[in-house]
């Protein structure tokens, strides 16, 4: 039976554990902060889990927020500019979006009731031979840290050396749900985007608004003002821009009960979408594989970071479990069974990021026009790698299109 | 509905073709050669399907020769040496091994049945874009012929540059089955392997002993001695040498009646295992796609070569149905999917040409004390990824022999 290192314990490395000790398997990880401290911390991000990391999650034994009554069955888009686009899509299979503050602290004691080992402490690069010494196989789930830099960045798949989104999302009371009750995803055009997300906290039901703001257009400010030195300012700033951008959501919004949820409920900041190596050879022999944000950052504009890290652990789980060796040759199967999915969400991701070519833009009409369409659309948040299929060439997304009018 | 022109009439290039068939894809197969050619023609192997090409042969309403009624159920090993090892493992599915001679003719014919086109000329390079722009994509099932150049050779995956056996095949009259009927496969360390095949061609029930025989071993003669030349003394040779060399095999032959089936029926020569780049770039704009022998070639001597084949064109066709175009893109996704059984079978295939490693003969003697692990490493002739898995390396096996010895 081999043992298994897992540096980080966010989505990725708590469903690879989890899987690993419903076998058995020892596994210890490593993470910098107590499930206590996630837990009464900063807002961590506002994510949506989407049909098969909710199946992984019913076979891993903790869904533990049923997606009937926490969840929701379908987009909304809204599309902005001199003719608006608005339409819905539905999932086949409902999605939903439970805070991580709740999320990650549960299935981490779901984790040690299991028998897996939690080690809270700082890793530095001079632990990473300590570390694998203890281990078989090293699995960095971390997306920052020492041990990121052991996977050198793939130019081929990290077209930008910079963020291409500003960031702020923020959990807010006084809106009211859509109808039926789903993720609003609004475009500013040149502006950027919005996802309303129905998102479960510890207050209860409440709102994400995660804006993606693009650098030099008129929100980039949501994600530079500081809230702390002037909240009411910044909720103010908030509603006006929603009036003027994202129109769709501030219809449903009440300005008098309008405002964050609490003063932590906030965070800003802006990322780089990045893909690494899947893995790297360590001094001692042993392997050290990356699954989730330290194998590729997404923009979450599209909802696949988590879901691919979910995936990315699922594989490294099975691989763990059916393989006789934990050597290059395992690592390689892990990183050819997941390209598709993993790669096609982040080659997906960046696309949505660039300037909406033409063929995007056919297909955001289409999906007005043709309920099918715009459902296929949307049930492929689950399967990214259908998905970036459909839209990795004008060509791609013609026929795509006529195969629908066609049928 | 995409155009296909397909370069070969092998079982590649007619799987292919008869699958895209099925679902009314304009197909042309281009070969050199008509079927009656080949029927009346030289021995062309003597190849063996494996369960998966079997069920693909269902599937495609091919399976003309009944498993049941013309198949066998296992494998007789015999390693010689000063102790030598006799024992047998067990298919879960049984195999098959029909003369090329009937099968190509009969899916050629079932191909034209089902409205493909098929082209009779011999293409040289020139040929190249003129059919390249008849179709959307030209898939290239020829392991000889101008068209091959397209693809350069993979020297990681390739790491010899001459053969490593001297083949010599023939049908032969005087030998009786084993019991149960099964291929022999027999060892003789140093001097090379003897697949002894149950082989269905025209004239019935027959047996095709396939010598794969080591440079400058002692039956290194029989791939270069001309049969023609002389008959009666070629086939006392073989009688002799299987004496010496096989006789597990040779106890089961009557000398007086033993014998070729006909002087066209056996075949010499030799071959470089080479893997070759999955996909090209055409002047036009598309794509040519390599599947089968012109991707890898494989020698015979754990008989992947064929069901390779299959089993590229199977993924290939599954590709062209599903996809959007036939771009580089697809032919990504068609070297990713088909990565793990044809390239397991190519590395699986190269190892077995080595002088064997400790590893590799402790397995052997396992097999011959655990009915179990021989009837694992035997179903896996089936799935040359896992087989790859339990040989790449002495701990990989090791391990495979620990986890059978707990259970």
Request: hydrophobic content about 40%.
């Amino acid at each position: 039976m081999p043992n298994i290192g897992i540096v980080g314990a966010g989505i990725a490395g708590l469903q690879l554990g989890l899987k690993l000790r419903q076998h058995d398997v020892p596994v210890t990880i490593y993470t910098d902060k107590t499930a206590a401290q996630l837990a009464s911390g900063r807002l961590l991000n506002s994510v949506a889990h989407h049909g098969p990391t909710i199946q992984r999650e019913r076979e891993l034994d903790v869904h533990f927020w049923p997606v009937e009554e926490y969840g929701y069955s379908c987009h909304h888009h809204y599309v902005g500019g001199p003719s608006p686009l608005s339409f819905r899509g539905d999932f086949a299979r409902w999605s939903s979006a439970i805070d991580y503050r709740l999320y990650l602290p549960r299935l981490t004691k779901a984790f040690e009731e299991r028998g897996g080992t939690l080690e809270v402490r700082m890793l530095q690069a001079e632990d990473i031979e300590p570390i694998a010494d203890r281990h078989d196989l090293l699995v960095v789930a971390a997306g920052r840290g020492a041990f990121s830099a052991l996977f050198p960045r793939r130019p081929e798949y990290s077209p930008y050396d910079k963020p291409q989104r500003v960031l702020s999302v923020g959990f807010y009371n006084g809106i009211t749900y859509s109808e039926p009750k789903g993720v609003t995803i609004s475009v500013s055009p040149g502006h950027g985007e919005l996802l309303e997300i129905p998102m479960y906290s510890a207050a209860g039901f409440t709102t994400a608004l995660l804006f993606e703001n693009v650098p030099g257009g008129e929100l980039e400010i949501l994600g530079r003002k500081s809230y702390d030195e002037d909240p009411a300012g910044y909720e103010r700033l908030v509603l006006d821009l929603l009036a003027k951008h994202h129109p769709q959501t501030f219809e449903r919004v009440d300005p008098a009960s309008f405002g964050l949820t609490g003063p932590l409920d906030i965070l800003q900041g802006a990322l780089t979408p990045t893909v690494r190596q899947d893995y790297a050879a360590l001094p001692n022999g042993k392997y050290a594989l990356a699954i989730g944000d330290v194998h590729t950052v997404v923009d979450p504009v599209v909802g696949q970071g988590a879901n691919s890290a979910s995936h990315s652990a699922w594989v490294t789980g099975e691989e763990i479990l059916a393989d006789y060796a934990l050597d290059e040759e395992f690592c390689k199967r892990v990183a050819a069974r997941r390209a598709d999915v993993v790669l096609g969400a982040a080659q997906w991701t960046n696309f949505m990021l660039t300037p909406p070519p033409e063929h995007l833009l056919q297909l955001f009409g289409a999906m007005s026009q043709d309920q099918a369409v715009a459902n296929e659309f949307t049930d492929n948040f689950d399967y990214p790698d259908r998905q970036w299929r459909i839209l990795a060439t004008p060509e791609r997304t013609r026929e795509f299109l006529a195969r629908h009018a066609k049928s």
